[in-house]
């Protein structure tokens, strides 16, 4: 069964920096692009950006390049979305999913990360 | 930078047919896709490459594109079918979300 397991919930002050995961199972984690979308308090969907496993190939949406980092460490199958130093604005739920066929298969549970002071 | 619109909401009585709309430049060239996301939940893929349904996803779900417009259907749609439904496709590398749609079962 393919699986993502995302990091628990967040609770950070502006200007603190953040790195959550996701955990993927069930499938060949280097096969696959992972993506990451923010979905803030009561609005869309937002693609942020998305990473290969198998070489690090990694792809920012213009609105997240240079705000947020994404990475993975294949070797315990995990995806990672940080940043350096943290806004009020990024408060929001986090989701990683996996891509195929141009679309986002299997989603993990998300992540919330309140950034407040 | 490309966009995807759609209309903030639809209402339909259960039984009846529900449409939703996806509008972006040239769409039908390219793939869209169809997430249905329940309040407190993740989103769930509910139409891949325009028509085609993942494993688990009821027949009353169908998904069509053509010129500007994508379009998702719900046939006999029912209570637990109320959602927020949002398209998304690919374009130049980059990933594109619609807007959402918010669909009310009345």
């Known amino acids: 069964e393919v699986q993502l397991v995302q990091s628990g919930a967040e609770v950070k002050k502006p200007g603190e920096s953040l790195k959550i995961s996701c955990k993927g199972s069930g499938y060949s984690f280097t096969s696959y692009w992972i993506g990451w979308v923010r979905q803030m308090p009561g609005k869309g969907l937002e693609w942020m950006g998305i990473?290969?496993?198998?070489?690090?190939?990694?792809r920012y949406s213009p609105s997240f390049q240079g705000q947020v980092t994404i990475s993975a460490d294949k070797s315990i199958s995990t995806a990672y979305l940080q940043w350096s130093s943290l806004k009020a604005s990024d408060t929001a739920m986090y989701y990683c999913?996996?891509?195929?066929?141009?679309?986002?298969?299997?989603w993990g549970q998300g992540t919330l990360v309140t950034v407040s002071s | 930078s490309y966009e995807l619109t759609q209309p903030p909401s639809v209402s339909v009585s259960p039984g009846q047919t529900a449409s939703i709309t996806c509008s972006g430049d040239?769409?039908?060239?390219?793939?869209a896709c169809w997430y249905q996301q329940k309040p407190g939940q993740s989103p769930v893929l509910v139409i891949y490459?325009?028509?085609k349904r993942p494993s688990g996803i009821p027949e009353r779900f169908s998904g069509s594109n053509s010129g500007n417009t994508a379009t998702l259907t719900i046939s006999g749609t029912q209570a637990m079918d109320e959602a927020d439904y949002y398209c998304q496709a690919w374009d130049s590398s980059l990933y594109v979300f619609g807007t959402g749609t918010k669909v009310t079962v009345l």
């Open positions: 490459q325009d028509s």
């Open positions: 040239k769409l039908g060239d390219k793939y």
């Open positions: 999913a996996r891509r195929r066929l141009s679309a986002f298969d299997y």
């Open positions: 990473i290969y496993p198998g070489d690090s190939d990694t």
